[in-house]
């Protein structure tokens, strides 16, 4: 069995835990840099990606967080966890982890009150996903090497390049598991060389 963390800074940790534990893997709330090294996959959730950044740096998570990446593990962004793994930030000089090769915008999608629901379908996941989009960033464009897994009316809110997964909304806010145990099985394929 996989151990799947979820960066517990900010953001629905709990509903992305659940949905971990509903697709069959153990799930672990990460609080401190040294839970990482246990980990075979790394969920970054939604929230609010400046304040995930501020906690991140004052924690000492950055430098780690790379690692992660560098080591060849993967990892899952959404909603906020998107923009911060994205090579480039509409408006921003510098990323945050920098990782995914991706440009976002965030809020792009308008304010919380313009938060809506719309069924999209997900490459290698399913033809039909309820997907609910709070403040959501989206992709504007994606570089060598980055699959496009969904789009909501010409924009760009799912890819995966590689080891990274990343969407612009919060699947974890449904009983839809099928875009965790999509990581999962992702995770199993990066520790044990095929799907377990």
């Known amino acids: 069995m996989v151990k799947i963390g979820v960066l517990a800074l900010q953001g629905a940790v709990r509903e992305h835990v659940q949905s971990v534990i509903a697709s069959g893997a153990e799930a672990v709330e990460v609080k401190t840099v ?36 560098a080591s060849g593990r993967p990892m899952f962004g959404t909603c906020a966890g998107l923009i911060l793994l994205a090579k480039n930030i509409v408006g921003y ?33 399913a033809n039909a ?37 990343g969407c612009s909304f919060h699947p974890e806010l449904t009983e839809d598991h099928r875009l965790a145990a999509y990581f999962i099985k992702m995770a199993e394929e990066a520790k044990y060389g095929q799907p377990a």
Do not use: C, W
């Not at 304040?51 to 780690?64: A, N, T």
């Not at 996903?129 to 924009?155: C, K, Q, S, W």
């Open 34 to 69: 040294g839970q990482l090294k246990d980990l075979d996959g790394l969920i970054l959730p939604g929230g609010e990606s400046t304040k995930m950044r501020k906690l991140i740096d004052k924690y000492g998570f950055m430098e780690e967080l790379r690692a992660f990446a």
């Open 93 to 125: 000089d510098e990323p945050h982890i920098g990782v995914m090769d991706v440009t976002v915008e965030r809020n792009s999608f308008g304010r919380q009150r313009e938060s809506f629901e719309a069924d999209l379908e997900i490459k290698g996941v």
């Open 129 to 165: 996903f309820t997907a609910v989009f709070i403040r959501a960033p989206h992709i504007v464009e994606v570089g060598e090497g980055v699959e496009v897994l969904a789009t909501h009316n010409d924009r760009i809110v799912a890819a995966r390049q590689g080891q990274f997964l």
